[in-house]
């Protein structure tokens, strides 16, 4: 089943390619809910000293005004992706007054979908539309799933990297399409064992009942403010969390076995108008609901646990960027904030990720055909509302079933020597120690965050809201400890105040109307 996995990496050894994954390149994206003194979500408006949302390259908000979004740009490594996250949560503490950070994936108390302030990114155009785009997704799918927050893994190998294992596999197509169709191949064979990373990282196992906002509810109650899963992972990632509910509905079957497949059915599904939502209405009387009834109003609006990714040239389509040039990195979107870390992620949790990644790419990956894609999607809702169950058993359209820690163990004994290729000339903690600290978790459910999460709120007597809440507080304090140095200060000083120049320039060359601009995206 991995002599393909084999193969490449007595090949990579032999060609000494450490230098070459060396080249290797990680980002973080981390989103945090701002929380008032009383526990619920801000209604104050994203404080101007952290510059324009719109524009500013490294603080920006996600759905809601009230939810940050903080952006590392790639590096070399994950001590130095951290070490400029946590500059930036030093860099906004003392701009937020008394808000807190809110510490967990699942959000704080919330009031119903009205105290959900929706995301404003000024007068521009290209401001509304980001803007109009999210009252649709408040009118597709309500404003309080939108709140969720996670934490983005982005990934990338250099062209050296690339070139060097196209000529290890003797491939003859240009190097673009060759590194476009390999990290689709990492892509499917993520969606395959993904499911590792929610036992792993999961780390949702509760809710505040404010968020199923009257909804019934098979998970037991924790008291009379919380629910919980027993052995649940991620709620995040469960179907009480944020998923394509409408995809089956709707006729969305976003392929992914080829880059062109990927782009065919995406774009078809943001051309495509879907009845219900021709119901709310596009426009109506004289105010934008949403950019178009179609199943998609745009291409991010399909979730994914992961996405190839191709930054965008001004206003450029995603789909058109990866057409034209093609992959230049990945996504991973199925991490949860872990409550127990200041930054919600810590150095062996990237560490790992990158030896999972890298294992995923060199693995062997087949086309995914619609059985499989129905126990890939079985397999992680199983595992994301009770995955630390021991019984539980795993479905695979190649091999036989298996129980969650028997298909982990076989991906661990793949992932070892990954580990240590990464190791040759490495300094700081080995990636094989960190595989090490991660099998644990699989002998012991006991250490996975989830597990940790619910034992916090056990021996505290704390249901999820005031157990985050504590956890909040003690986070702001840890960044108050240590004041960013003037130097850091006036760098991002300058970025906040250089993006708020941005906006005003780009409202300053609007000359179509939002109809017109609209109509021309």
């Known amino acids: 089943m991995y002599r393909m996995l084999d193969q490449r990496l007595t090949r990579l050894f032999n060609a000494d390619s450490r230098a070459l994954l060396d080249s290797r390149l990680l980002g973080l994206e981390r989103?945090?809910?701002?929380?008032?003194?009383?526990?619920?979500?801000?209604?104050?408006?994203?404080?101007?000293?952290?510059?324009s949302a719109l524009t500013h390259p490294y603080i920006t908000t996600d759905y809601?005004?009230?939810l940050l979004e903080f952006i590392t740009p790639p590096l070399p490594d994950a001590s130095e992706a951290l070490r400029f996250l946590d500059e930036l949560h030093r860099f906004v503490y003392p701009h937020i007054d008394d808000e807190l950070l809110w510490a967990a994936s699942m959000p704080c108390i919330l009031a119903g979908e009205a105290s959900i302030p929706i995301?404003?990114?000024?007068?521009?155009?290209?401001?509304?539309?980001?803007?109009?785009?999210?009252?649709?997704?408040?009118w597709r799918y309500?404003?309080?799933?939108?709140?969720?927050?996670?934490?983005?893994?982005?990934?990338?190998?250099?062209?050296?990297?690339?070139?060097?294992?196209?000529?290890?596999?003797?491939d003859q197509r240009t190097l673009q399409d060759f590194r476009s169709e390999s990290y689709f191949g990492l892509i499917r064979n993520l969606q395959r064992v993904g499911w590792l990373i929610l036992y792993l990282f999961g780390a949702s196992p509760a809710v505040c009942k404010s968020f199923l906002d009257g909804k019934t509810t098979t998970l037991p109650a924790f008291d009379d403010h919380t629910c919980y899963g027993p052995y649940a992972t991620s709620l995040r990632m469960s179907n009480v969390g944020y998923t394509n509910r409408t995809e089956k509905k709707s006729g969305v079957n976003v392929c992914y076995n080829s880059l062109a497949e990927y782009i065919?059915?995406?774009?078809?599904?943001?051309?495509?108008?879907?009845?219900p939502y021709e119901e709310i209405g596009v426009k109506v009387d004289g105010?934008?609901?949403?950019?178009?009834?179609?199943?998609?109003?745009?291409?991010?609006?399909?979730?994914?646990?992961?996405?190839?990714?191709?930054?965008?040239?001004g206003n450029e389509k995603p789909t058109l960027a990866l057409r034209e040039r093609g992959?230049?990195?990945?996504?991973?979107?199925?991490?949860?904030?872990?409550?127990?870390?200041?930054?919600?992620?810590?150095?062996?949790?990237?560490?790992?990720?990158?030896?999972?990644?890298?294992?995923?790419?060199?693995?062997?990956?087949?086309?995914?055909?619609?059985?499989?894609?129905?126990?890939?999607?079985?397999?992680?809702?199983?595992?994301?509302?009770?995955?630390?169950?021991?019984?539980?058993?795993?479905?695979?359209?190649?091999?036989?079933?298996?129980?969650?820690?028997e298909w982990a163990d076989e991906i661990f004994e793949q992932m070892q020597p990954i580990s240590e290729l990464l190791d040759r000339g490495q300094e700081g903690q080995p990636y094989a120690t960190t595989l090490a600290e991660q099998r644990k978790a699989l002998a012991?459910?006991?250490?996975?965050?989830?597990?940790?999460?619910?034992?916090?709120?056990?021996?505290?007597?704390?249901?999820?809201?005031?157990?985050?809440?504590r956890l909040s507080e003690q986070h702001r304090r840890h960044f108050e400890s240590l004041p960013l140095t003037e130097e850091r200060i006036r760098f991002l000083t300058g970025i906040a105040e250089q993006s708020w120049r941005a906006q005003q320039a780009i409202e300053a060359a609007d000359e179509r109307s939002f109809d017109e601009f609209l109509a021309h995206y």
């Open 287 to 313: 105010e934008y609901r949403q950019l178009n009834a179609n199943i998609l109003q745009i291409e991010n609006e399909y979730y994914a646990s992961m996405r190839p990714k191709q930054p965008p040239q």
């Open 264 to 275: 065919a059915s995406l774009t078809q599904a943001t051309v495509t108008p879907w009845p």
């Open 119 to 138: 995301a404003e990114y000024g007068s521009s155009n290209l401001g509304l539309m980001k803007h109009v785009y999210r009252r649709g997704l408040a």
């Open 142 to 170: 309500g404003r309080i799933m939108q709140v969720i927050a996670g934490i983005h893994f982005n990934f990338s190998l250099s062209d050296a990297f690339w070139a060097a294992f196209q000529d290890q596999e003797g």
């Open 31 to 51: 989103e945090a809910l701002r929380v008032a003194p009383d526990g619920y979500i801000s209604q104050v408006r994203h404080p101007a000293p952290l510059g």
């Open 64 to 66: 809601s005004e009230a």
């Open 327 to 405: 992959v230049s990195y990945v996504e991973l979107r199925s991490v949860d904030i872990n409550p127990l870390e200041p930054l919600g992620v810590n150095v062996p949790q990237l560490q790992f990720l990158e030896i999972f990644l890298l294992f995923c790419l060199l693995a062997e990956s087949p086309p995914l055909d619609a059985g499989e894609r129905g126990l890939i999607d079985d397999n992680q809702m199983a595992v994301a509302l009770t995955g630390r169950d021991p019984a539980l058993v795993l479905h695979r359209r190649r091999g036989p079933s298996l129980l969650l820690h």
């Open 444 to 469: 012991d459910p006991d250490r996975t965050p989830s597990a940790r999460m619910l034992a916090e709120m056990q021996v505290s007597g704390e249901n999820f809201f005031r157990c985050a809440r």
